[in-house]
Nanobody, 129 residues
Framework: QVQLVESGGGLVQPGGSLRLSCTASSATLDYYAVGWFRQAPGKEREAISCINASVGTTNYIDTVKGRFTIARGSNKKAVYLEMSHLTPEDTTVYYC??????????????????????WGQGTQVTVSS
């Protein structure tokens, strides 16, 4: 199982931008689809975007489409989430994860909570003036 670590969160004003990083501690992400998720207190974890760099596909939920961009780093050991036009509703903890059976196409983002297993600590994003 590839271990992923999130970073890059922080405090930003509404309308601002942040870039989150998801870094693999070992191995490259050549053959893995990777997803970004977020979870606000008291709410279900929400899958917001994924990338399968080996086939060049990405997926976004409607609420972030056009504002967030997911991409794999050139060293193939990181996946980034570029977030722009942030609103207070984007405030929460963001996580990245992968599982062997994760599916990421333009029309489908499917993952298994069981296969993901233990989540990382995530990175806090706070959008506030």
């Amino acid at each position: 199982q590839v271990q992923l670590v999130e970073s890059g969160g922080g405090l930003v004003q509404p309308g601002g931008s942040l870039r989150l990083s998801c870094t693999a501690s070992s191995a490259t992400l050549d053959y893995y689809a990777v997803g970004w998720f977020r979870q606000a207190p008291g709410k279900e974890r929400e899958a917001i975007s994924c990338i399968n760099a080996s086939v060049g596909t990405t997926n976004y939920i409607d609420t972030v489409k056009g504002r967030f961009t997911i991409a794999r780093g050139s060293n193939k050991k990181a996946v980034y989430l570029e977030m722009s036009h942030l609103t207070p509703e984007d405030t929460t903890v963001y996580y990245c994860a992968t599982d062997p059976g994760m599916i990421c196409t333009a029309g489908n983002f499917h993952y298994s909570r069981t296969q993901i297993g233990t989540w990382g600590q995530g990175t806090q994003v706070t959008v506030s003036s």
